[in-house]
């Protein structure tokens, strides 16, 4: 038997030896999922058993080998929600939340917005979404079967209307009806495979990162779909990659049809997202 502590300092050292992304968080993570516990419990625990500690050193070799700590797991956490991951869905980042947080607010005060998620994944932003503005009227799409499955597990029971399939075709019976587009699409060029983390590039499915030499295909989809879907004065958002600051702003102009397009950073400062708002004639603007 071996005492927590000892345990953790041991998953440490090991984690950072491998390089992971925050050895000391992903070991407390792990101790915590092993000891079947919240992490902000760990400070009840003594000991492991003996059990417990061959589980804990199974699961802390594997995040060395590369795997995200998220699949050892099988859980993510989302803002205000828990979600079911692993093997074939990307996995939500901590930069998305901004995103989703800045849509909620412009959300606020609106009795039953129509809201569609593009490129849904895992469904982390539409089950926040979900939790947080209760009396949304909620439609998703995904494409990737597997995606689709945990979404579809995600989104059990929250009235979330979830479908599989393209999101270039998706939804026209909601034409003009929407009040906010929200997506976070695949957008790294595939020039840069090379300096990608290998622990996304060898886990995070394909489909969900990749898109076209600028990375930037999928955007200009989500730019299209928007332009059908919003009402006047409607909202989209969409994530990009740092370096797309400028570029992602640019296939939003170049669509037409929308105003106020502008960037927005994350919680360290980085571009992170674009948004626009639907042209409206002679409407002044809101909430940009």
């Known amino acids: 038997m071996s005492t927590a502590s000892q345990a953790l300092a041991a998953a440490t050292r090991t984690l950072a030896a491998a390089g992971t992304a925050s050895p000391a968080a992903e070991a407390r ?11 902000n419990q760990l400070f009840r625990l003594s000991a ?6 061959a589980r804990l050193d199974e699961l802390v070799a594997r995040r060395a080998e590369g795997i995200p700590v998220q699949h050892l797991t099988g859980e993510a956490f989302f803002r205000t929600v828990r979600l079911e991951v692993g093997p074939g869905v990307f996995v939500p980042r901590p930069e998305t939340e901004v995103m989703t947080g800045w849509a909620l607010e ?10 569609v998620e593009l490129c849904a994944g895992s469904g982390a932003i539409s089950k926040a979404i979900a939790a947080e ?10 494409l990737d079967e597997t995606a689709f499955d945990w979404a579809r597990r995600n989104l059990a029971g929250t009235g979330v209307d979830l479908r599989q399939g393209d999101m270039a075709e998706a939804f026209a019976e909601l034409d003009g009806r929407v009040d906010l587009v929200i997506a976070n699409p695949p957008y790294i060029p595939l020039e840069a495979w090379e300096s990608v983390a290998t622990d996304v590039r060898d886990h995070d499915p394909a489909l969900a990162l990749w898109s076209g030499d600028d990375g930037l295909d999928a955007t200009r989809v989500v730019a299209r779909v928007a332009a059908r879907l919003l009402r006047p004065g409607g909202l989209v958002c969409s994530e990009h990659a740092e370096v797309q600051e ?7 102009v170049e669509q037409g049809g929308f105003e106020q397009v502008q960037d927005h950073t994350d919680l360290a400062g980085r571009p992170r997202f674009v ?14």
Do not use: K, M, N
């Open 48 to 53: 492991l058993d003996e059990e417990q500690a």
């Open 106 to 115: 412009h959300l606020a005060g609106q009795q039953a917005p129509v809201v």
């Open 133 to 142: 503005h209760p009396g949304a009227v909620q439609y998703a799409v995904e």
């Open 29 to 39: 993570t792990l101790l915590a999922h092993v000891a079947g516990i919240e992490p």
């Open 275 to 288: 948004s626009a708002r639907r042209w409206e004639a002679g409407v002044a603007g809101w909430g940009a």
């Open 246 to 252: 400028q570029s992602a702003v640019e296939v939003f």
